[in-house]
């Protein structure tokens, strides 16, 4: 019961933050210089699509909102390759369908996983620019993530992550 209360803290204070309804620009340093691109599948555990759906990538003080398109698919560029995202899945109505707390490292391969906690974990190889995710919607309103074998980045849906001060 306090998880729960404490993840919907955590929502509150995300649905507040400016930097997910941002269109901002590419973010200044190292992320925009070296930062890791994401083609995102979102699927329900029947495997439909999420469509009509928005995410939003937050460092906590900085967000990427970008939408999901008609196939569940959206893309973000510019984000960090070390550090920890929250990922929020919005529906058309803008409630949170989803959330999960995303850890991104750099590593001799590239995987992703969700652990028993339900955090994801990224690894890419320093070589790698752009990961392909698959994000598997819970009935409880959890995600897993995992490498999106058959996917690769779009370029024509590519959003850059913005962030705000």
Do not use: N
């Amino acid at each position: 019961m306090v998880h729960i209360r404490k993840i919907g803290a955590v929502l509150l204070a995300l649905l507040l933050l400016p930097g997910c309804a941002g269109t901002g620009t590419e973010p200044p340093g190292e992320a925009a210089e070296g930062g890791l691109s994401v083609a995102a599948l979102f699927q329900t555990e029947s495997g439909d699509a999420l469509h009509d759906s928005a995410a939003c990538f937050s460092t906590g003080e900085d967000g990427g909102y970008c939408q999901v398109d008609s196939d569940g698919i959206a893309s973000v560029s510019g984000l960090p390759r070390r550090g920890e995202l929250l990922l929020t899945v919005f529906d058309r109505q803008r409630e949170v369908q989803g959330a999960m707390t995303l850890f991104f490292d750099e590593g001799a391969v590239t995987d992703a996983m969700t652990g028993e906690d339900g955090v994801g974990h990224v690894t890419v190889r320093r070589d790698t620019r752009e990961v392909a995710l698959l994000f598997i919607l819970a009935e409880d309103g959890g995600l897993r993530c995992t490498l999106w074998l058959a996917g690769t980045a779009p370029s024509d849906t590519d959003l850059p992550y913005s962030q705000h001060s």
